[in-house]
């Protein structure tokens, strides 16, 4: 198995990128092994980018950095995504997450501590309640000011 690996970048924007693996659980057969990217930007502070990775084929999805953190402790989410942690005696523990519709989804585990490191990473760049202070409003809304004044 291959090391988690976690870039971080501070200049110009605060940005950190997991690369780590994952497996694609599905009931009654062997796990898929995956390549997992979880990314992070202080420009879209509240959202966490997954892309899943197999030969060939690759998937992206969106989803809130705060269900996350919340999945960490306890089962989070409704709808189209859920995470929750699974911990059995005398195991390190998995992060589990459900992306998709009950009946059409895909679950896949990661390693629960190195999520949760990669979290905290992500936290030291845009601490929790100051998400809001990341986005950009006055570029988004100076174009959209000017011409109502013109």
Sequence with gaps: MSKPVTLTEVHPH?????RHHAHLVRADR???PLDLELHYTALDPFAIRVVLRTEGASVRWSLSREALLLGLRRHEGIGDVAVWPVRPPGTPGRLCIRLGPLRACAVFQAD???????????????????ESDHLQWEDFLAPLLGREEA
């Design 14 to 18: 605060r940005v950190t990128t997991l």
């Design 112 to 130: 629960w501590d190195v999520i949760s490191d990669w979290l905290d990473v992500t936290l030291q760049l845009v601490p929790a309640g100051t």
């Design 30 to 32: 062997p796990a898929v």
